[in-house]
């Protein structure tokens, strides 16, 4: 899955390259206030640009629920993109996406034109992944580059589907730079390998614990999801977050550990609240307990100061890690000490560091952090699926070395 042809494969002069991005940014009052993914986009068309091709770009934004709509138009996207390429991007909007705008600004593309298609999820075929919407999207194209990571886990029309009907698919510098970081860190990593995973379900990392415990040296595992943990050892949580149908699995993953002869670390200490705080970022009254000896009445919110000892002390020796998931309810500022420890101990140390997207991504940029990581991964779900072993649709259907 890790060896694919990238755009530094293929010869693009003249021919219609169409791209699939990951444009879905953040807009409040048809303004994008967060470019960071269009940012991340450059490199991929700039290339594609220089080398003479007529580049064609496709992306999905937002939920579409009910058909198109003026609030998920791409066309703020055009003109940001215009702004930051330095030329015009020929926006077509058509609400079927491959319409009469889209076949006509295609036509009339010369070498290193930009032309970018409306919200791919205006079609309903799209996350169908249904035949003739993947057949329309390769008509407009010799080349398909994907360059989505954050879409790569979905087998859709504009990720995977219309792969099948063009006879060149590769992948782009941000995809390539994601099979990099995040697949040779699991696969092939540096050891000791450490993997730090927080969040609140355990429900939603099952496969990912199970996985990087074969994986990794050490699993750090914060967040709410510890608490099931410290329970199905049999300690009180108080109103902690817990999910009672995995406490079992919990009992599991740990014989697994021990199996393995892999460190399983959970946290020691816990800082807890009475009331959970409504708003969420709301001045809160904590107090510390040993994770053996909570109260029943109070709920942890954040891994303690001996906790993220615990934690940097693993960090420190590690030649990778991997971290997913936030410590503590780090939207509160007092709930956040967990969350900050952990990303200083990954700023302070010489390992190869991959944050996996989501709020762990979002948390290393707020707090600052960013550019003391190696790698921070532009998808949440996609990156959480890599570090669970599966296939991802939209690398798997690109071309193989």
Request: glycine share 8%; charged share 25%; with cysteine.
């Given at each position: 899955m890790l060896n694919k042809k990238s755009v530094?494969?293929?010869?693009?002069?003249?021919?219609?390259?169409?791209?699939?991005?990951?444009?879905?940014?953040?807009?409040?009052?048809?303004?994008?206030?967060?470019?960071?993914?269009?940012?991340?986009?450059?490199?991929?068309?700039?290339?594609?640009?220089?080398?003479?091709?007529?580049?064609?770009?496709?992306?999905?934004?937002?939920?579409?629920?009910?058909?198109?709509?003026?609030?998920?138009?791409?066309?703020?996207?055009?003109?940001?993109?215009?702004?930051?390429?330095?030329?015009?991007?020929?926006?077509?909007?058509?609400?079927?996406?491959?319409?009469?705008?889209?076949?006509?600004?295609?036509?009339?593309?010369?070498?290193?034109?930009?032309?970018?298609?409306?919200?791919?999820?205006?079609?309903?075929?799209?996350?169908?992944?249904?035949?003739?919407?993947?057949?329309?999207?390769?008509?407009?194209?010799?080349?398909?580059?994907?360059?989505?990571?954050?879409?790569?886990?979905?087998?859709?029309?504009?990720?995977?589907?219309?792969?099948?009907?063009?006879?060149?698919?590769?992948?782009?510098?941000?995809?390539?730079?994601?099979?990099?970081?995040?697949?040779?860190?699991?696969?092939?990593?540096?050891?000791?390998?450490?993997?730090?995973?927080?969040?609140?379900?355990?429900?939603?990392?099952?496969?990912?614990?199970?996985?990087?415990?074969?994986?990794c040296d050490t699993l750090i595992i914060g967040g709410g999801m510890a608490y099931t943990f410290l329970k199905a050892q049999g300690y009180e949580i108080g109103t902690s977050l817990v999910d009672d149908t995995k406490l079992d699995y919990c009992k599991e993953m740990m014989a697994k550990a021990e199996k393995l002869g892999k460190k399983l670390l959970l946290p020691v200490d816990a800082v807890t609240i009475k009331d959970f705080p409504n708003p969420i970022d709301a001045p809160v009254e904590t107090e510390i307990y040993d994770s053996t000896n909570m109260p029943a009445d109070r709920e942890g919110c954040d891994i303690g100061p001996k906790t993220q000892q615990l934690f940097a002390d693993a960090v420190k020796s590690a030649k990778t890690v991997v971290w997913n998931g936030p410590m503590g309810v780090f939207e509160n500022p007092t709930l956040a000490e967990g969350t900050i420890a952990v990303a200083k101990a990954l700023a302070e140390t010489d390992a190869t560091t991959i944050i996996g997207g989501g709020d762990s991504a979002a948390a290393v940029n707020n707090l600052g952090f960013g550019d003391k990581m190696t790698h921070i991964s532009t998808g949440g779900g996609a990156s959480l699926e890599f570090l669970e072993g599966k296939a991802l649709p939209g690398i798997e259907s690109a071309d193989d070395k």
């Open positions: 530094d494969d293929i010869n693009v002069k003249g021919l219609r390259v169409l791209v699939r991005c990951d444009f879905n940014v953040p807009l409040k009052g048809g303004e994008i206030t967060d470019e960071n993914r269009i940012v991340a986009a450059l490199p991929t068309i700039n290339k594609l640009i220089n080398d003479g091709g007529k580049v064609i770009l496709c992306s999905h934004l937002g939920k579409v629920k009910n058909g198109p709509n003026e609030g998920e138009s791409l066309a703020p996207v055009a003109k940001r993109l215009s702004e930051k390429l330095g030329k015009e991007v020929v926006f077509a909007a058509d609400d079927e996406v491959v319409g009469p705008n889209a076949k006509a600004a295609v036509e009339a593309m010369k070498d290193g034109d930009v032309v970018l298609l409306q919200n791919t999820r205006f079609r309903k075929e799209e996350t169908k992944n249904e035949e003739n919407f993947s057949k329309e999207l390769a008509s407009l194209c010799d080349v398909y580059v994907n360059d989505a990571f954050g879409a790569c886990h979905r087998a859709h029309c504009s990720t995977e589907g219309v792969t099948k009907f063009v006879k060149t698919s590769v992948v782009g510098y941000l995809m390539q730079k994601e099979i990099d970081f995040l697949g040779n860190a699991v696969n092939n990593p540096v050891r000791p390998f450490v993997a730090i995973l927080g969040g609140a379900k355990v429900a939603d990392k099952l496969n990912v614990i199970s996985n990087l415990l074969e994986k």
